[in-house]
């Protein structure tokens, strides 16, 4: 498996995603083709950081993460959690599903309605035998909830009688019961008022100060991985088109489509060339049969012959990474 662009020689990542594919066939909106979900993704995720991950819908991010926790396995490539592959022997091993977590976007769907927040957040504990009896167990489940802002009286209730950003807060207390090193968050704040996401973006920066875990935080809203990602990767159809530093990722853009991308955004506008908005044409093509080619041909401005023959990888330009034959380098 090549190393992925952005590798640190010596350096081994908590988490390395190595030449990720996976295709659904057969489901309802393929129309009996296959659906090219992630077609080719390599990353790193280092001790303590922040990768945020921001794409269109439908473009493969909640497959991307289901990998990246071993909740599905993909159909070429691997992902190893400090050097060992999750699906060595089968099923990925109980040690790295303890320090591999994963938080979803819609809480009211994830927390089982019938079962207490104490429960709820009790049942990692149980399954990773990780308290010795009931007291130890509530006292743990009480600190995980103080930990989270919420009160620890409060955990004989069902989720229904929790708000919206309450309710992700018994899910994040949930993934943080086992002690993980990672925690990869699916649209953590995107299903929250505006209001509320704000709040629950802070405690996710406040946890990773102070607990030191490395956190993948995908959505589709750019002010929000902006301000919680220390690098960030955008996908488009299934592949990485940028990857980098955030500063330099949303600063200076190399790739046209996240050029396009931040000039629609409410973000600090980046140099982007002369051009103050960058208008796509058209929706993006359907994974089922993506472009041949750059697969953001059809859509980009820069295109030329080249880009519907030749599948560009992403090289560096400057101190990031863009998958473009005509990236714009930092000058
Ligand atoms: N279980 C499945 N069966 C069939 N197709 C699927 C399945 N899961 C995802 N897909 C398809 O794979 C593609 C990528 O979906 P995915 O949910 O990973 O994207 P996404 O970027 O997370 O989008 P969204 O933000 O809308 O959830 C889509 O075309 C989707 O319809």
């Known amino acids: 498996m090549p190393p992925s662009p952005d590798s640190v020689p010596g350096r081994e990542p908590v988490l390395r995603a190595s030449g990720l594919h996976k295709t659904y066939r057969g489901g309802m909106l393929s129309r009996g083709g296959a659906v090219r979900a992630v077609a080719g993704v390599d990353l790193e995720l280092h001790a303590g950081e922040t990768l945020g991950i921001v794409g269109e ?18 159909d070429q490539g691997e992902v190893t959690f400090r050097g060992r592959p999750f699906f060595a022997r089968g099923g990925v091993p109980r040690d790295i599903r303890r320090r591999v977590q994963m938080v979803f976007q819609d809480p009211l769907t994830s927390l089982n309605p019938r079962m207490t927040v104490h429960d709820i957040v009790a049942e990692p504990l149980r399954v990773h035998r990780l308290a010795r009896d009931a007291r130890a167990m509530r006292e743990r489940v009480g600190e995980l909830l103080t930990l989270v802002g919420l009160s620890p009286d409060r955990m004989n209730r069902f989720p229904h009688e929790f708000s919206g950003g309450q309710r992700q807060r018994i899910g994040i207390a949930r993934a943080l019961a086992t ?73 200076a853009p ?15 506008k980046p140099r982007l ?28 401005w820069k295109a030329a012959p080249r880009c519907a023959e030749e599948e560009p990888v992403l090289e560096a330009v400057g101190g990031h990474y863009a998958a473009c034959h005509f990236a714009e380098r930092a000058s």
Do not use: W
């Open 57 to 74: 819908s439908g473009c493969g991010k909640s497959t991307l993460a289901r990998m990246l926790v071993g909740l599905e396995r993909p």
């Open 179 to 251: 002690e993980p090193d990672v925690i990869v968050c699916d649209e953590p704040v995107s299903a929250l008022d505006m209001s509320v996401q704000a709040q629950v973006v802070n405690l996710f920066a406040e946890l990773q100060r102070t607990l030191g875990v490395a956190l993948v935080f995908i959505a589709h809203d750019l002010a929000v991985v902006r301000h919680v990602s220390h690098r960030v990767g955008v996908m488009y159809l299934g592949r990485l088109a940028e990857l980098g530093p955030a500063g330099q990722v949303y600063g």
């Open 254 to 268: 190399a790739h046209p489509y996240t050029m396009a991308l931040l000039s629609a955004a409410p973000v600090p």
């Open 273 to 300: 060339r002369g051009r103050s908005r960058i208008m796509l044409a058209g929706d993006p093509p359907s994974p089922v049969a993506p472009p041949p080619g750059c697969r953001f041909h059809t859509r980009c």
